[in-house]
């Protein structure tokens, strides 16, 4: 482990959520409870050979129009070729999660889901019992070991008012993050249909995730291979949750959120401000109404928001420079399949990155971020 002056903090990580996951789910949708399935475990399903029967359709779809894979259930072939142990995995162990953190130097991990990085039912009612049933578990998980282990609360976002119930109820369980995605469905974020949610987000100060994943579903049909579902289906939602935030103008009426957009690396970030002020610029030429004051890259240097770089992210110094070193926030994904396990050695071997960053990355900026 490293030293207490500088705990490596693991921003996002993960679970492959167990069968307990559902251990809490409101009696009234106990024959609905979600079951693993086994299935044949042909070559071209890549071990990912079993699934969440949920209402009669699995998840997740490994082939096809609209596929996306993950890690869950942990019957699949895939789940044992890791490297963890399924208890590490699942966070049924949590000494093995441990053992883990400290065989790659984590200090302290925060926790998000597997599963609803797509939507899995479309139940409004339901999805929110799921969605408690998961946030209860992963608390009394959590309470083994307070100390290295946080989580993110993940919220059903498709009515405000369960969300800001299910976020209540999270923060009194122990959560120490809200964690959504970067659209709900085919709905922007910057929707004023959210603005009491964001509204009492602020009030409460909670620090606020906007994770990947396969959140429009316009977008992941539109994919038709695993490459272009990761690459694009799983990112571009967090590219438009960024625009909602800084462009659409919900950081222009709550100016004091804390909010952090992940798994997506930052190579993107300049690109995509100086896209979004072009048209600011263009549009205000032209007289047209315009989503916010100001541009983009003016919001930026002023509000409370982080970003996860990638260790290997070729140009991380120069968008270091352009965002400001205190934004950046360490991520080890933990146990998924992108290999970034060994992201803390990668991040401390470069040579383009001075030692103050490395730490601000690995300890100080989620330190800040988390309030700790």
Not at 243 to 261: C, D, K, Q, T
Request: with cysteine; hydrophobic share 40%; glycine share 8%.
């Amino acid at each position: 482990m490293s030293t207490d002056a500088m705990p490596v903090i693991d921003m996002d990580s993960h679970v492959e959520e167990p069968k307990e996951a559902w251990d809490h789910l409101d009696s009234k949708y106990a024959d609905r409870k979600p079951f693993p399935v086994v299935a044949e475990d042909l070559p071209r399903l890549g071990g990912i050979n079993a699934f969440w029967y949920i209402d009669g359709t699995v998840y997740p779809k490994p082939m096809g129009r609209g596929n996306l894979v993950y890690g869950t259930p942990v019957e699949m072939r895939f789940a044992t070729q890791k490297e963890f142990t399924i208890g590490s995995q699942t966070m049924t162990d949590i000494p093995a999660r441990l053992k883990d953190m400290d065989a790659v130097g984590i200090d302290v991990q925060v926790v998000f889901s597997t599963v609803f990085l797509q939507p899995v039912t479309d139940d409004l009612m339901f999805e929110a019992a799921l969605m408690r049933s998961y946030n209860t578990w992963m608390a009394s998980a959590c309470a083994e070991r307070p100390d290295r282990m946080k989580w993110g609360a993940i919220l059903p976002m498709r009515d405000p008012r369960l969300a800001l119930d299910e976020l209540n109820h999270s923060l009194k369980l122990g959560a120490s993050v809200a964690g959504i995605y970067g659209t709900v469905g085919e709905t922007m974020l910057h929707d004023l249909y959210y603005d009491e949610f964001f509204a009492e987000v602020e009030r409460l100060g909670v620090p606020l995730a906007i994770h990947a994943g396969w959140s429009h579903p316009g977008i992941t049909r539109s994919m038709d291979d695993v490459s272009g579902s990761r690459a694009i289906g799983f990112t571009l939602p967090v590219m438009m949750g960024f625009y909602s935030f800084l462009g659409g103008g919900i950081l222009e009426r709550h100016p004091r959120l804390r909010v952090a957009f992940m798994e997506i690396g930052v190579q993107w970030l300049p690109y995509l401000v100086q896209r979004i002020d072009h048209y600011h610029h263009a549009d205000s030429a032209l007289g047209l109404p315009l989503p916010v004051k100001q541009p983009v890259s003016e919001t930026l240097k002023q509000s409370d928001v982080y970003f996860t770089p990638e260790a290997d992210e070729l140009f991380l110094p120069q968008v270091a420079e352009y965002v400001g070193e205190d934004r950046l926030l360490f991520e080890g994904d933990m146990p998924h399949a992108e290999a970034r396990e060994g992201a803390k050695g990668e991040l401390l071997e470069r040579e383009d990155l001075s030692e103050e960053l490395k730490w601000k990355i690995l300890s100080v900026n989620g330190r800040r971020f988390l309030n700790l």
